[in-house]
């Protein structure tokens, strides 16, 4: 059993940064992979960013290439994801997420352990 726990969601202007972390804890194994995924109300539940555990390969969702960075501290089990030049959509409660299939998807069935969510507004 794997617990995640988000933090660092918040109301910022358009075009600030946020941080967002994802500490985990339980039995996670090299070949976990972990990403983040967000929701806006009324959509779908969308893939930002993950990467894997044990290799560090890293995707990204190309609505967020360049301005997001995902990365990991594999001593304390967290993920970050770094958010930079936010805009009115990218606001959605963002969701980590951890699967023990050794491949990044990047759809949500694909994961089995998920966070409860961090609300992340960028107001215009």
């Known amino acids: 059993q794997v617990q995640l726990v988000e933090s660092g969601g918040e109301l910022v202007q358009a075009g600030g940064s946020l941080r967002l972390s994802c500490a985990a804890s339980g039995r996670i194994f090299s070949s976990y992979v972990m990403g983040w995924f967000r929701q806006a109300p009324g959509k779908e539940r969308e893939f930002v960013a993950g990467i894997a555990w044990s290799t560090g390969s890293i995707y990204y969702a190309d609505s967020v290439k360049g301005r997001f960075t995902i990365s990991r501290d594999n001593a304390k089990y967290t993920i970050y994801l770094r958010m930079n030049s936010l805009k009115p959509e990218d606001s959605a409660v963002y969701y980590c997420?951890?699967?023990?299939?050794?491949?990044?998807?990047?759809?949500?069935?694909?994961?089995?352990?998920w966070g409860q969510g961090t609300q992340v507004t960028a107001s215009s």
């Open positions: 997420a951890a699967a023990n299939t050794g491949f990044v998807g990047r759809r949500p069935h694909e994961y089995n352990y």
